[in-house]
C-alpha cells in the first residue's frame, strides 16, 4: 500500500497532530480493508459504483427496441413436444406393506433446494428399505443461518397424503426412540447412525448397510444424507416416486403460497403509480382487473452473491478491493481450498464457469429481444454488491420489480429474514411466471428446468461457455453480439432432453417420469 503527498517545509502545530491522527486511525483502516466480514468491507460492496465492463455493447442495448414480431415470438409459449407428466400411483393402498422394518431418519444440509431433492431421495430409500419415513430434519445452513423446519416450509399434511400408498410417514418419532436426536448424534459415536454413505449409493448399498441396522435397532439415523442415492440402475417405480414427491407432494404452507399468488397477481395486473401496496390490494382492485389485460413477465434468478462470487474465483471488475475480500472469504470459508484458483479469468470465462454478472444477464435478455418494457422479477437472496452491481441491470429494464417492490412490510414479516421461506417464494412466483432465466448454474436453476420442463413450460438456459467467450471479445459489435447470441440459444428455451446416465433426475425428468403422448 502506497500513501502519496507532497513534502513540505516542517509545520509543528498542524502537521505533528495530523500524523498522530493517523498513526491513531491507520490500525482501524488496515483492519477495515482486509477484514471482509466488517462493515467496511460491506461498504465495498454494497455502496462502491462498479463501472460497466461491456460499456459499448450496454450503450447500443439501451438505443435498441425490439420489433413487435421479436416480442411475439419470445412470448410463445412452449408448443406440445409430445410427452407428458407420468406418474401412476405407484403402488395400490393393499401393496403398501403392513409391517415397517423400523424408522428412518435423514438429515439435510444446505439451501432450499439442494434439502428438497434429498426430501425425494430419503422418500426413495425409505421405500427402497421397506421403512417408516420420519419428517426429515433441516440442517441450518452455515451461510444462510436460516433455522426454518420441514414444516415452516411445506405443508406437511399434504405431504403425508399424496405419498400415503407408497411409503409410511410420522411427523415425529414415538416416545421409546425420543432419545434419537441431531444432539444425541452429535456428541458420540452411535450404532444406529450412518455417517458414511456414499455420494450417489445404490439401492443395493442401503440394504446391505442400512437396513440391518433398522432390523437389529428399529431406527436408523444418516448423516449426512444430500446426494446420497444414485440416479441410475433404480426400478422406475422408484424414480417415479422420487418425482411424485418433487412434483406433486412437495408443497409449500398456505402463507407463502398466498404471498406467491399476490406477487404473481400484481405482476400481471400492476397497480396505479398513485397505489400503495398494502395487505388488502387485491381486495381492492378485483373490479378494475377483472377488464385489464394480463400482462406477461419473465423471473430471473439472479445468483451472485458474495458466496457464488468467491467460489467462483473469477474477476468481476471491483479492483484490487473486491479480488481482496473474496480471496479472504475463500481462506475463511473454505480454507483457500477451490478448485478454479488455479485457473485464470479468461480459462474460466472461455469454459463457461463465472457466474453471469447483473450487467451481463441484462445483455443477455436485450439481445434475445427482451426490451425496457419487459416486466422483470428478480428472485435472489442478497446480490453481491448491492443495488450499485444492479444498477446497470435496472437502467436496462426499469420496469424490473423483487419481494419488496411488490409486498408490503407487513405481507413480509414471516419471510423477513429467513433464506429458505424467501427462496420458497421464488420458486412459487418462478414456477408461475410465462419465462424463467437464471443467471448460473445452480440448485435453484437445475430444480425449476426440472418442474418446468415437467410442467412444458418455457425457460431460458444461458449458454455460458459461448457467452464467456463473447464478453472475452471487447471488439465485438452489437449486430454481432445479438446473432450470435440468438443462434447460440435456438434450442435452450425450454426444448425438452433426455436425461443421460449420471445426470439428476430432477432436472432431466423424461424419461423417467414422463410418457410419450
Known amino acids: 500500500m502506497r500513501f502519496h503527498y507532497q513534502s513540505h517545509y516542517h509545520q509543528p502545530l498542524k502537521g505533528e497532530p495530523i500524523a498522530g491522527l493517523f498513526l491513531l486511525l491507520f490500525p482501524v483502516l488496515l483492519l477495515c480493508l482486509f477484514t471482509p466480514f466488517t462493515y467496511a468491507s460491506s461498504t465495498f460492496s454494497e455502496w462502491n459504483v462498479i463501472k460497466p465492463r461491456h460499456l459499448s455493447l450496454l450503450r447500443s442495448a439501451l438505443e435498441g427496441k425490439s420489433s413487435n414480431r421479436e416480442q411475439s415470438d419470445l412470448w410463445t409459449p412452449l408448443a406440445d413436444q409430445g410427452w407428458r407428466p407420468c406418474l401412476e400411483s405407484v403402488n395400490t393402498p393393499s401393496a403398501l406393506p403392513q409391517n415397517s422394518e423400523g424408522y428412518l431418519q435423514v438429515f439435510l444440509d444446505g439451501g432450499l433446494n439442494q434439502q428438497r431433492m434429498g426430501i425425494c431421495d430419503a422418500v426413495a430409500v425409505a421405500k427402497i428399505l421397506n421403512a417408516t419415513l420420519v419428517i426429515p430434519y433441516l440442517e441450518v445452513n452455515p451461510v444462510w443461518q436460516d433455522s426454518s423446519s420441514f414444516m415452516d416450509i411445506y405443508d406437511v399434511d399434504h405431504f403425508i397424503n399424496v405419498l400415503k400408498d407408497?411409503?409410511?410417514i410420522v411427523?415425529?418419532?414415538?416416545?421409546?426412540?425420543?432419545?434419537?436426536?441431531?444432539?444425541?448424534y452429535a456428541t458420540a459415536i452411535r450404532a444406529t447412525r450412518i455417517k458414511r454413505a456414499p455420494v450417489h449409493a445404490s439401492a443395493n448399498w442401503y440394504l446391505e448397510n442400512?437396513?440391518?441396522?433398522?432390523?437389529s435397532y428399529g431406527i436408523a439415523a444418516i448423516s449426512p444424507f444430500s446426494h446420497r442415492l444414485s440416479f441410475d440402475n433404480l426400478p422406475s417405480e422408484i424414480q417415479q416416486l422420487r418425482c411424485k414427491v418433487n412434483f406433486k407432494a412437495l408443497v409449500f404452507v398456505p402463507h407463502i403460497r398466498a404471498l406467491g399468488d399476490a406477487i404473481v397477481h400484481r405482476l400481471r395486473y400492476p397497480p396505479g403509480e398513485t397505489e400503495a401496496l398494502s395487505s388488502d390490494y387485491l381486495r381492492v382492485?378485483?373490479?378494475?382487473?377483472?377488464?385489464?389485460?394480463?400482462q406477461k413477465f419473465v423471473v430471473l434468478h439472479l445468483r451472485f452473491d458474495k458466496d457464488m462470487a468467491a467460489h467462483s474465483a473469477c474477476d468481476f471488475g471491483g479492483g484490487k478491493a473486491e479480488k481482496l475480500a473474496l480471496a479472504k472469504y475463500?481462506?475463511?470459508?473454505?480454507g483457500g481450498r477451490v478448485l478454479n484458483s488455479q485457473f485464470t479469468d479468461e480459462e474460466l470465462r472461455s469454459q463457461g464457469r463465472c457466474p453471469l454478472t447483473p450487467e451481463e444477464i441484462g445483455l443477455l435478455l436485450a439481445a434475445l429481444g427482451f426490451d425496457n418494457?419487459?416486466?422483470?422479477y428478480l428472485a435472489s437472496h442478497k446480490v453481491y454488491g448491492g443495488e450499485a452491481r444492479i444498477s446497470t441491470l435496472r437502467e436496462l429494464f426499469p420496469l424490473m420489480e423483487n419481494k419488496k417492490s411488490l409486498a408490503s412490510s407487513e405481507e413480509r414479516a414471516r419471510i423477513k429474514g429467513k433464506a429458505s421461506l424467501l427462496a420458497a417464494v421464488d420458486y412459487?412466483?418462478?414456477?408461475?411466471?410465462?419465462?424463467?432465466v437464471s443467471a448460473s448454474p445452480g440448485n435453484m436453476h437445475n430444480a425449476l428446468v426440472g418442474h418446468r420442463t415437467f410442467e412444458n413450460m418455457k425457460t431460458i438456459?444461458?449458454?455460458?461457455?459461448?457467452l464467456g467467450q463473447l464478453f472475452l471479445n471487447k471488439n465485438i459489435t452489437w449486430l454481432e453480439f445479438r446473432q450470435a447470441v440468438a443462434e447460440g440459444h435456438q434450442n435452450r428455451q425450454g426444448q425438452l432432453k433426455l436425461r443421460k446416465p449420471k445426470q439428476s433426475i430432477y432436472t432431466y425428468p423424461a424419461p423417467d417420469c414422463m410418457c410419450r403422448a
Open 428 to 436: 412459487y412466483v418462478g414456477m408461475h411466471s410465462d419465462i424463467f
Open 166 to 168: 407408497d411409503v409410511s
Open 285 to 294: 382492485t378485483t373490479d378494475r382487473n377483472d377488464k385489464q389485460t394480463p
Open 171 to 184: 411427523k415425529e418419532l414415538p416416545d421409546e426412540f425420543s432419545w434419537s436426536t441431531r444432539e444425541y
Open 373 to 376: 418494457s419487459t416486466r422483470l
Open 210 to 215: 442400512v437396513l440391518p441396522v433398522l432390523q
Open 330 to 334: 475463500r481462506q475463511t470459508i473454505w
Open 461 to 466: 438456459r444461458p449458454n455460458m461457455a459461448l
